[in-house]
């Protein structure tokens, strides 16, 4: 059974840094597509950033487009995102997730739909 934990989030203010990581255990031979989402007031996914850990395969939202970095720690079976210039409007629980993916032919999906697993989220919280 797939798991997914993630980890640092917390409070800063406007223009600050965090860096989220997720820690996937169990079935850790396969590949997955992996994904940053945080939840919206109206309660959806919002998509962040997503990786194929078999080849880095990365898409990023356009709302955050230049301001986040996604990456994997292979060996460890972790993935960073790393949040820069941080703005109220991103304060949000930041949810991971995966899928099983043998083979991709473009950048995983930033929609939540066909994601599997997903951690349990942990709170990024931006004060002006």
């Known amino acids: 059974q797939v798991q997914l934990v993630e980890s640092g989030g917390g409070s800063v203010q406007t223009g600050g840094s965090l860096r989220l990581s997720c820690g996937l255990s169990?079935?850790?031979?396969?590949?997955?597509?992996m994904g940053w989402f945080r939840q919206t007031p109206g309660g959806e996914h919002e998509g962040i950033a997503t990786?194929?850990?078999?080849?880095?395969?990365?898409k990023y939202a356009d709302s955050v487009k230049g301001r986040v970095a996604i990456s994997q720690d292979s060996a460890n079976k972790t993935m960073y995102l790393q949040m820069n210039s941080l703005k109220p409007e991103d304060s949000a629980m930041y949810y991971c997730?995966?899928?099983?993916?043998?083979?991709?032919?473009?950048?995983?999906?930033?929609?939540?739909?066909?994601?599997?697993?997903w951690g349990r989220g942990t709170q990024v919280t931006v004060s002006s």
């Open positions: 997730a995966a899928r099983t993916a043998i083979y991709v032919s473009m950048p995983c999906s930033l929609r939540p739909d066909p994601y599997t697993y």
């Open positions: 169990g079935a850790t031979d396969r590949t997955y597509c």
């Open positions: 990786i194929y850990t078999g080849g880095s395969r990365i």
